[in-house]
DNA sequence: GTGAAAGCGCTAACAT
DNA sequence: ATGTTAGCGCTTTCAC
């Protein structure tokens, strides 16, 4: 293994100085033709590369972004991770990826460990845990620090920084107004996510609609919890009371569910229950009969994200101003809301 | 904003060298304690976070893996990654993503952008077009350049690395016999992926479990292409006949549609049909009925890729020896075989 | 047009 | 026990 090609090996091959190598690399004005090209030349037989850190070291930044998941194998998750992915290599930037698992410690790691000058701002969304905690030091103390971050998804109120979020709350409206318009009576609100932001903004919409259409909220047609277990056992005593003929179901297990329990059931879908539910994996579509979805446009959601924090951190100025960007979802109705 | 805290911004205020602070903090014996006390304090006092280019560039390595995946929205993707993900950070590394969308081009220019010192070694499945163009030359520059690489799943026999594979040959072997057991006689293979390694061998051994039970291989029975809609008409066509009582679906489009045709046709699957099919997402279990599935192990591939990688990191050989792990995959009986 | 030198922040061998 | 120095690989200012 022949010694790594660097800019001291070339000038002393070339017999020229290091300076004049990398400005020859760089096709500085300063340097004559010749020279160049016998470098350059030179240096791709060499298969030179330059090196990054040294060049990170040197410039005061690394041209990666650090991105931090509560849970990847969430599709949505998935989804704006390829988005973010996709933007920030194409302007030029590493992601470099930790999974916090919904922990709150995890995220704070994470965060430790990259704002060393590893990374120069950071993607997140923010940990069940950190969000049931109403933790906000971390964030505070890198941004603190002149380290952007750009939150999506799961935010929080009381950071100020850029955000990237869905309308959640809208969403919700429109799918119940869907259902109400399929002629159903009794829509039933699944949640398992009532301890996320995100869940608790999908149930008011999910009330919201009904209010507006001068409908009381029933208790026995709404179950919010964060427990699966106690989730599944409720959904099956609802579905079997029959007093059910539509469902906005706010998250992937809630959706699901539903649809598992109802088939089992023998109930009839579209015919006696329509189901919406918020989900984003190819999942929905391979289920029969296929599941009409909020989809919330998971890579437009990254790539956004990406190109808010790019921004930020490409201007040079020193105010500061941040943005909230909502990122519009859509119904894509399949054949669980399709009445024949 | 204060200037970032540095060993030599320490120096200056404590009125003593950068290299005792170094020491100092890296809690050397050559330090008297107050020293110590004193220079530990302060750094605390002041958020110092020694800077990781720098330090990277001194150690030239930087404790980073670059990890290539084909494609994060499939599970099984997603869940080898979390493995890499976790074994990493157990040991210290931080993980840089790229996706290649199946992509050659793209595959290469990661490679080649962060073999620059961006990252010490590489985990990576091969992209589909790589394979299919069997081009191994961007894998070969960079071993020779002493930069290890792990492949999992998706590997090329002729570039020695280290690999991590699951049995493809012996799971679909077992996953026949498994059906012969149940019953199944007319037992048909479908496969979307006959253009990749693994979908080879998936093959191979559902017909050499045929043979070894003195049964033929009837083409009518097998399905092998590489594009889903030619898949999808001639599935429809298969299940139509009737003539089918077992199915292995050697991936997740070929397990999909299976389902969903035979319940849209309204054949009795357990009773009438049996399904196996490889697959790793939870979406096999959101299925009604579920489906029975080989699961390859995802999240034990990739920490045993970033293991070995990891192994040959901090091993100081220079005699490179290449190991193949094979991870056992795992029958999942769910109510697509199971008889009443 | 070319080169010398300083410095990014850190470590470590080598003084003192 | 503490300090000096050199150097990782690169960029950039300033001389020549």
New interface residues.
């Given amino acids: 293994?022949k010694p790594?090609a660097t800019l001291k090996q070339i000038s002393k091959d070339l017999g020229i100085s290091v300076s004049t190598v990398s400005k020859a690399l760089s096709d500085s004005h300063e340097i004559s033709e010749p020279t160049k090209i016998r470098v350059q030349e030179y240096a791709k037989l060499q298969?030179y590369?330059?090196?990054?850190?040294?060049k990170?070291?040197k410039n005061q930044r690394?041209n990666?972004i650090g991105v931090i998941i509560p849970n990847?194998?969430n599709?949505f998750f998935?989804?704006v991770?390829?988005g973010i992915?996709?933007a920030a290599?194409a302007k030029g930037y590493?992601?470099?990826?930790?999974?916090s698992n919904e922990s709150h410690a995890k995220e704070k790691q994470a965060m430790?460990?990259?704002?060393?000058?590893?990374v120069d701002g950071f993607i997140l969304s923010v940990a069940q845990e950190t969000q049931s905690l109403h933790e906000t030091q971390h964030f505070k103390?890198i941004l603190?620090?002149?380290m952007p971050i750009v939150m999506f998804d799961r935010t929080m109120e009381d950071v100020s920084c850029d955000k990237v979020i869905v309308d959640d709350f809208e969403s919700s409206v429109e799918a119940v107004n869907h259902l109400m318009k399929l002629g159903c009576n009794k829509i039933a609100l699944l949640s398992c996510i009532d301890n996320l932001s995100v869940g608790k903004h999908r149930a008011l919409g999910y009330e919201r609609a009904l209010q507006d259409h001068k409908r009381s909220v029933e208790d026995y047609l709404v179950i919010k919890t964060d427990s699966e277990e106690d989730f599944d056992a409720r959904l099956k005593k609802l579905l079997s009371s029959g007093e059910v003929d539509g469902i906005l179901a706010v998250d992937e297990h809630a959706s699901?569910m539903a649809?598992?329990v109802a088939?089992?059931k023998g109930i009839k879908i579209p015919e006696e229950l329509c189901i919406i539910g918020f989900a984003d994996?190819?999942?929905s579509r391979?289920?029969?009969p296929s599941l009409s979805t909020i989809s919330q446009h998971g890579p437009e959601i990254g790539e956004e994200a990406a190109k808010l924090l790019i921004e930020k951190l490409e201007r040079k100025q020193e105010i500061p101003t941040f943005k909230t960007t909502v990122v519009k979802t859509e119904l894509r109705q399949r054949d669980s809301t399709r009445r024949v």
Wanted: hydrophobic share 35%; aromatic share 6%; net charge positive.
């Fill in positions: 293994m790594k298969n590369k330059p090196n990054t850190m040294a990170n070291l690394t990666t990847i194998l599709p998935a989804k991770f390829s992915e996709k290599n590493n992601v470099i990826t930790y999974i430790d460990l990259l704002s060393n000058g590893t103390d603190r620090e002149g699901t649809m598992k088939i089992q994996g190819v999942w391979r289920l029969t």
